[in-house]
């Protein structure tokens, strides 16, 4: 059962309240919030399609201890500002029992404390360091994907060990995601005794990088470190090409996925990313994911919606453990082992992630050639 609720605010209580009824005790309320407008949209409906195709899969099997599950789906608009409105909405009005997203880390960063207040269980696959336990002390949050640390470290690691870069250039976004994935790879490089010779930033919707990449050329920069959103590499990408600058391009996570590719998909050629999900892994698990979300959407998914299919599966679990009860819910996480799935077995971390799987591959046109597993 789904109800898709766009941030309209007349309309959505209008709806709210004439669907209000229609499922009673016999269900369970899941919160969808993702961006479907604005600068994340790009990511909303994969994450939206891999959920509900967990969730209508669960329902058909009987649901979770006999109860179907309802999804109330919210767009924050990839806004902080409207992720505040729309995740006290889904909590305080639709009383939902646990909420997947935002995806945004500079959303989640805005809204998680109304999870807390709630106590309500929040899963999202935003996956800046600044969203760890350790940072927000939430007990209440909990990450669905690994944490950016560990995947920038593996880039910055790869560009050293395996392309011998001495003399790597960043380029970077101005969100909490990029911001941070900045901090986390400057650090690691200094582990090394490598300092970046050019560290340049694009902002959100900028369609000109030239200036960025003249310092970087000027600088003498042997690899090129991408940490920005899909849209802005994918501008920086097609005027590497343009200009003729031929260093290696590694980026983070942001350039491993279809939103990506698909909007530089020559110019994308040859890009190594580090990522969470990539649909040409061998893995039986996800090769059957792969095939039946494919027949479903007539397409192949992308990260991040292998994170939410986990999500759903793992909430399943944890109630078929310990039963509804909130608070037994989220103690039973915090001590999380023993479920397989996209991601490989998932098992909460100190930080509250439960996942630390990342994968190397290169683009190579038709696909990504995973290069190595994490």
Same mark, same amino acid.
């Given at each position: 059962?789904?109800?898709?609720?766009?941030?309209?605010?007349?309309?959505?209580?209008?709806?709210?309240?004439?669907?209000?009824?229609?499922?009673?005790?016999?269900?369970?309320?899941?919160?969808?919030?993702?961006? =479907?407008?604005?600068?994340?949209?790009?990511?909303?409906?994969?994450?939206?399609?891999?959920?509900?195709?967990?969730? #209508?899969?669960?329902?058909?099997?009987?649901?979770?201890?006999?109860?179907?599950?309802?999804?109330?789906?919210?767009?924050?608009?990839?806004?902080?500002?409207?992720?505040?409105?729309?995740?006290?909405?889904?909590?305080?009005?639709?009383?939902? #029992?646990?909420?997947?997203?935002?995806?945004?880390?500079?959303?989640?960063?805005?809204?998680?404390?109304?999870?807390?207040?709630?106590?309500?269980?929040?899963?999202?696959?935003?996956?800046?360091?600044?969203?760890?336990? #350790?940072?927000?002390?939430?007990?209440?949050?909990?990450?669905?994907?690994?944490?950016?640390?560990? /995947?920038?470290? %593996?880039?910055? +690691?790869?560009?050293?060990?395996?392309?011998?870069?001495?003399?790597?250039?960043?380029?970077? @976004?101005?969100?909490?995601?990029?911001?941070?994935?900045? +901090?986390?790879?400057?650090?690691? =490089?200094?582990?090394?005794?490598?300092?970046?010779?050019?560290?340049?930033?694009?902002?959100?919707? +900028? $369609?000109?990088?030239? @200036?960025?990449?003249?310092?970087?050329?000027?600088? @003498?920069?042997?690899?090129?470190?991408?940490?920005?959103? &899909?849209?802005?590499?994918?501008?920086?990408? /097609? *005027?590497?090409?343009?200009?003729?600058? %031929?260093?290696?391009?590694?980026? =983070?996570?942001?350039?491993?996925?279809?939103?990506?590719?698909?909007?530089?998909?020559?110019?994308?050629?040859?890009?190594?990313?580090? *990522?969470?999900?990539?649909?040409?892994?061998?893995?039986?698990?996800?090769? &059957?994911?792969?095939?039946?979300?494919?027949? /479903?959407?007539?397409?192949?998914?992308?990260?991040?919606?292998?994170?939410?299919? #986990?999500? $759903?599966?793992?909430?399943?679990?944890? !109630?078929?453990?310990?039963?509804? +009860?909130?608070?037994?819910? /989220?103690?039973?996480? &915090?001590?999380?082992?023993?479920? $397989?799935?996209?991601?490989?077995?998932?098992?909460?971390?100190?930080?509250?992630?439960?996942?630390?799987?990342?994968? !190397?591959?290169?683009?190579?046109?038709?696909?990504?050639? !995973?290069?190595?597993? =994490?």
């Amino acid at each position: 059962m789904r109800r898709y609720l766009k941030v309209v605010p007349l309309m959505v209580l209008m709806v709210t309240l004439l669907a209000g009824s229609v499922a009673g005790a016999q269900t369970i309320k899941f919160g969808l919030v993702a961006p =479907f407008t604005g600068s994340g949209s790009i990511l909303g409906d994969y994450i939206r399609e891999a959920m509900m195709l967990a969730v #209508d899969e669960i329902n058909a099997a009987g649901g979770i201890q006999g109860r179907q599950i309802e999804v109330i789906v919210y767009d924050d608009e990839a806004s902080p500002a409207t992720a505040i409105n729309v995740v006290k909405r889904v909590i305080e009005n639709d009383k939902v #029992d646990v909420v997947f997203g935002p995806n945004m880390s500079s959303s989640v960063l805005a809204v998680h404390q109304v999870a807390a207040e709630n106590e309500t269980l929040m899963m999202v696959g935003a996956t800046s360091p600044s969203l760890g336990y #350790d940072r927000t002390a939430n007990p209440w949050l909990f990450r669905l994907r690994a944490d950016d640390k560990v /995947r920038v470290e %593996n880039q910055a +690691d790869y560009a050293v060990n395996i392309l011998g870069s001495k003399k790597p250039g960043i380029i970077y @976004g101005t969100t909490d995601y990029c911001t941070s994935a900045r +901090d986390v790879i400057i650090a690691r =490089f200094a582990e090394y005794g490598i300092k970046p010779v050019a560290v340049e930033q694009m902002r959100e919707g +900028d $369609v000109d990088a030239t @200036g960025q990449l003249l310092n970087m050329v000027r600088a @003498g920069v042997d690899s090129i470190m991408g940490l920005t959103h &899909e849209s802005e590499a994918a501008v920086f990408v /097609r *005027q590497v090409r343009q200009m003729g600058v %031929n260093v290696p391009i590694v980026g =983070f996570t942001a350039w491993g996925v279809p939103a990506f590719t698909d909007l530089a998909p020559e110019a994308a050629t040859g890009v190594i990313a580090v *990522q969470s999900f990539t649909p040409e892994d061998t893995n039986p698990v996800v090769v &059957e994911f792969v095939e039946k979300y494919l027949a /479903r959407y007539g397409r192949l998914p992308s990260d991040p919606g292998q994170a939410y299919y #986990d999500g $759903v599966y793992v909430i399943k679990e944890i !109630i078929d453990r310990v039963g509804f +009860d909130k608070h037994a819910m /989220r103690e039973e996480l &915090e001590n999380f082992s023993g479920y $397989v799935g996209l991601q490989g077995e998932l098992v909460t971390d100190e930080k509250h992630n439960l996942s630390r799987f990342s994968l !190397i591959s290169e683009f190579q046109g038709g696909g990504w050639n !995973i290069i190595e597993k =994490f």
